[in-house]
């Protein structure tokens, strides 16, 4: 497969799985790996970048108990949606080379793509499971729910994200036990209820201008500003939208920009309003920034181009 340049695959992969203990979106240094249900197959594609960032190539694997044209193309799809490959940021990196400020952040993670999750659903999800909770300690509830059901690939190791219907016939109290409080279940399962329906649809959203999205999204059961705002740029990638509400992010933020004080949410968007229309790729290249300081980013590092 083909990616826009520049890409690189590790960096992407890190701007995805936010944590090292994510076992949705397995990586271990080169190929990134990951189990996904597709027409109702669990595969498994396991993705390597060849070439430089430059002139990158993806060689991406599928296995599974079935491997059609139509699965392929799913997958591809899914890939796509995954890592951004078809998106391009040549208009930001003009903007950051004219930035003092964002010039060091663009370049120092140059390559990175702005990663949705494969479906809404599953943005919505992962945003309800980390509410009012660390990332580390959400990115364990949701390992704990796709452990626990979702469909396991062909190999035996990796669990695809638990589909709606699965999750719409449970009862919430199936979720206490993996840790997750009866509010945070309630949410969940009547949202998998709602898509499984189809009285909830993705794309009927990614149709609707923000407020129009927003105020869709805050309809649903535990879902506030913050978490519409995160489904918006994780789950309908709009760049220009940097979640203002998200405490991690907003921590980034202010380290970056050596704010004296404690940023609210009026002055995020005051601060990432010099950036626009891509507010949302600064917030994807601050999370880097905070994980490689960590030292998350070392092993695997690229050195081409």
Not at 69 to 82: C, D, H, V
Not at 121 to 142: D, H, K, M, W, Y
Not at 272 to 281: D, E, K, N, S, T
Request: hydrophobic letters at 45%.
């Amino acid at each position: 497969m083909a990616a826009l340049p520049p890409f690189r695959l590790d960096l992407t992969v890190w701007a995805l799985r936010r944590r090292p203990d994510n076992a949705v979106d397995d990586w271990d240094g080169r190929t990134h790996r990951r189990a996904l249900e597709v027409d109702g197959v669990a595969i498994e594609i396991a993705t390597v970048q060849s070439g430089s960032p430059l002139a990158p190539r993806l060689a991406v694997e599928l296995t599974g108990e079935r491997l059609d044209e139509g699965i392929e193309q799913g997958a591809r799809s899914a890939l796509t949606r995954l890592f951004g490959l078809d998106r391009d940021l040549s208009s930001f990196y003009d903007l950051a080379e004219g930035d003092p400020v964002l010039r060091t952040l663009a370049r120092r993670f140059r390559g990175v793509k702005p990663p949705r999750f494969p479906t809404l659903f599953e943005c919505i999800v992962s945003a309800i499971a980390c509410q009012q909770l660390t990332l580390t300690v959400g990115v364990r509830l949701i390992n704990q729910l796709a452990g626990r059901y979702g469909t396991r690939a062909t190999n035996g190791v990796l669990q695809a994200f638990p589909t709606p219907a699965v999750l719409a016939s449970l009862a919430p109290e199936a979720l206490r036990p993996l840790g997750f409080s009866g509010s945070k279940s309630r949410s969940i399962i009547e949202l998998a209820g709602a898509v499984h329906a189809r009285s909830f649809v993705s794309t009927a959203v990614e149709a609707l201008d923000d407020r129009e999205a927003l105020q869709a999204l805050e309809r649903l059961r535990g879902v506030g500003r913050w978490t519409a705002e995160y489904a918006l740029l994780r789950g309908l990638g709009r760049l220009h939208v940097f979640p203002g509400d998200d405490v991690g992010a907003r921590n980034n933020l202010g380290r970056w920009l050596d704010f004296r004080g404690r940023l609210d949410y009026e002055g995020v968007r005051a601060a990432v309003r010099h950036w626009q229309p891509f507010a949302g790729l600064v917030y994807f290249h601050l999370l880097l920034a905070n994980l490689d300081d960590r030292g998350a980013l070392a092993a695997g590092r690229s050195t081409d181009g």
